[in-house]
């Protein structure tokens, strides 16, 4: 069983940047296609990116487009997420996942991803 184990989240003021990580341990996930997600209070939790097994299809959600960058490290079995130009509206809680076998392998929706970690806290003050 694959466990995942977020980390880098902070505070951080506007503008500023954070790279988080997601560790996974058990088994290998370089076979997988992992997703970025995030919570943000009273919020529907909301795709961020995602990346296929090999680091060669990637995908990111308009709202961070630009400024957020996915990417993986195989023999490290780990994922990251580089954050630059925080704003406050990217405060949330953010957690990684793996994709589910048999699901569409582009998929963004959260129910459709499993083994999910206990999330990072990020957090942009104004």
């Known amino acids: 069983q694959v466990q995942l184990v977020e980390s880098g989240g902070g505070t951080v003021q506007a503008g500023g940047s954070l790279r988080l990580s997601c560790a996974a341990s058990?088994?290998?996930?370089?076979?997988?296609?992992v997703g970025w997600f995030r919570q943000a209070p009273g919020k529907e939790q909301e795709f961020v990116a995602r990346?296929?097994?090999?680091?060669?299809?990637?995908e990111h959600a308009d709202a961070v487009k630009g400024r957020f960058t996915i990417s993986r490290d195989n023999a490290e079995n780990t994922v990251y997420l580089q954050m630059n130009s925080l704003k406050p509206e990217d405060t949330a809680v953010y957690s990684c996942?793996?994709?589910?076998?048999?699901?569409?392998?582009?998929?963004?929706?959260?129910?459709?991803?499993?083994?999910w970690g206990q999330g990072t806290q990020v957090t942009v003050s104004s």
């Open positions: 990346i296929n097994d090999d680091g060669e299809n990637m």
């Open positions: 996942a793996i994709l589910r076998y048999g699901s569409y392998r582009f998929s963004t929706r959260p129910d459709q991803y499993t083994n």
């Open positions: 058990g088994r290998t996930i370089s076979s997988r296609t």
